[in-house]
């Protein structure tokens, strides 16, 4: 899996490519924790490239979200692919996640 991180504004972007499963799901964890002990507060997941998502890796979303939380943080999701809004949808993660079609539509959110 492949993690690129970009800044729009006070928002960091990671846009994930690959698949976020039990094998890359502790590299995603470890930079998403660097970035939040860095101080960003406004993270955005784009998925528009990730091809599956494994219950390791919505753990790792959950955590994330109630890392940010109680610091007053963000946690925005965008670019589902219908396998990955599949896996959200049976989940429930699609309400309790903020989820955006787009990135631009994340970012005016924000």
Request: charged content about 20%; aromatic content about 6%.
């Amino acid at each position: 899996m492949k993690i690129d991180i970009s800044e729009s504004g006070d928002v960091r972007v990671l846009a994930f490519e690959g698949n976020l499963d039990t094998s890359t799901s502790p590299e995603a964890e470890t930079r998403i924790n660097e970035l939040i002990d860095g101080g960003a507060s406004k993270l955005l997941i784009n998925f528009t490239q990730l091809n599956f998502i494994a219950s390791s890796g919505l753990r790792v979303l959950l955590a994330t979200a109630k890392k940010l939380g109680p610091a007053g943080g963000t946690l925005g999701i965008c670019g589902l692919n219908p396998t990955v809004q599949e896996v959200f949808d049976i989940s429930g993660f699609g309400t309790i996640l903020n989820v955006f079609e787009t990135e631009d539509e994340a970012l005016s959110a924000f």
